[in-house]
């Protein structure tokens, strides 16, 4: 399973992004799927999840909820992730990945098995 991040940029704090992640090779419809984010000299943390359905279960980091909506459309094979009123402290490397067992959202790494190479998200004060 290949997985390709896009979307990230420079915006102002306020702002708004839509970060896609693509995947190809693999049965994405059955994938659970996550984002996560690294920031520099920090770990790479957990930011939303997705389950295998397009209307599926959702969770989200405290940090980003009601601000980000994560969402899919199995159809396309691609994961999204809408941020919304962006705060310098969302800069960031955001990483998408793919859990092969669907059914369930995980707020950890360990539990994913693919990522994609990562898309750098800058807000500005």
């Known amino acids: 399973v290949q997985l390709q991040a896009s979307g990230g940029g420079l915006v102002q704090a306020g702002g708004s992004l839509r970060l896609s992640c693509a995947a190809s090779g693999g049965s994405f419809s059955s994938y659970g799927m996550g984002w996560f984010r690294q920031a520099p000299g920090k770990e790479r943390v957990f930011v939303s999840a997705?389950?295998?359905?397009?209307?599926?279960?959702?969770h989200y980091a405290d940090s980003v909820k009601g601000r980000f909506t994560i969402s899919r459309d199995n159809a396309k094979n691609t994961v999204y992730l809408q941020m919304n009123s962006l705060k310098p402290e969302d800069t960031a490397v955001y990483y998408c990945?793919?859990?092969?067992?669907?059914?369930?959202?995980?707020?950890?790494?360990?539990?994913?098995?693919?990522w994609g190479q990562g898309t750098q998200v800058t807000v500005s004060s």
């Open positions: 997705i389950n295998w359905r397009s209307d599926g279960i959702t």
């Open positions: 990945a793919a859990n092969p067992n669907g059914r369930y959202t995980s707020p950890f790494a360990s539990g994913y098995t693919y």
